[in-house]
């Protein structure tokens, strides 16, 4: 069943063509991963799926309902979730506070602004579950200034996950990790969306071969391939072009 379809997509900035022509689909329960030399058009494309930039032609459909001009936030109530390269976190609320009020927010009852939240059993059972996957439960009347980097980039990944997705945009989900946290977060980021169709992009090959189903390759704002991550490793143009050789080796 296709969740996401995209087609002859086209986004330029001023007279510089960004994406020319993009049309793809996912499959519902897929992790496609989206990779490419810097400037490919990426996030550029992201933005257009999430609703931040609105695409200058071509058509997005989700759930069977076309969002291609709707805001973030109506893509978010059709279950569209999304996750930043940059932390974007409340910091001066605390672990437990940020999880708690990322609930609220995805939940009916979010018109209730002066209910005391710490008191929702319900919200407050959901953020225990989730933050004990990330292994934060411990510090949830901490602060996100204390956290290390890589426990920082959890909590935003978490709050993603918390609306319960059908689907979630990860932009570059593991940049600034040290290489050697980069497979640990990767089994808690399988963890996470293991019920959730991911679409993400990624410099980060280990990341990339080890959690995605299938591999989308962008080159200057063109799909130049698409496939398994067996597939793409063979591919001898995208070996040429952007893998490298030392990269495929380590596949």
């Known amino acids: 069943m296709t969740i996401l379809k995209v087609e002859n997509l086209t986004k330029s900035f001023g007279g510089l063509q960004v ?16 990779i490419g030399p810097n400037g490919a058009g ?12 609105l695409a200058k032609s071509g058509n997005i459909e989700f759930n ?7 805001s973030p936030n109506k893509r978010l109530k059709l279950g569209l979730g999304r996750s930043y390269q940059a932390n974007n976190l409340f910091w001066q609320l605390s672990i437990l506070e940020n999880v708690l009020l990322a609930l609220h927010g995805s ?6 602004m002066f209910r005391v939240l710490e008191k929702r059993k319900d919200l407050r059972a959901e953020a ?10 411990e510090k949830r009347h901490e602060y996100p200034p204390i956290l ?10 978490l709050l993603a996950f918390t609306s319960k ?3 979630v945009l990860l932009d570059e989900p593991s940049a600034g990790l040290p290489t050697a946290q980069v497979g640990e977060f990767t089994e808690t980021l399988r ?8 679409l993400f992009c990624a410099h980060d090959m280990d990341l990339v071969f080890n959690l995605s189903d299938n591999i989308m390759v962008l080159y200057y704002g063109t799909i130049m391939a698409k496939g398994t991550p067996q597939e793409i490793a063979a591919n001898p143009k995208v070996r040429e072009i952007y893998l490298g050789s030392e990269a495929v080796s380590n596949i």
């Open 19 to 34: 994406l020319t022509g993009v049309t793809f689909d996912v499959k519902k329960g897929e992790k496609l991963a989206l």
């Open 42 to 53: 990426k996030s550029t494309l992201l933005n257009a799926i999430g609703g931040q930039g």
């Open 191 to 198: 963890e996470l969306a293991k019920d959730t169709t991911l």
């Open 148 to 157: 290390s980097y890589g426990e920082q980039r959890l909590l935003e990944l």
């Open 165 to 167: 997705p059908d689907l």
């Open 107 to 112: 939940d009916k009852s979010h018109f209730q």
């Open 64 to 70: 069977g309902k076309t969002i291609t001009y709707l």
């Open 128 to 137: 225990e579950r989730l933050l004990s996957l990330v292994n934060l439960w």
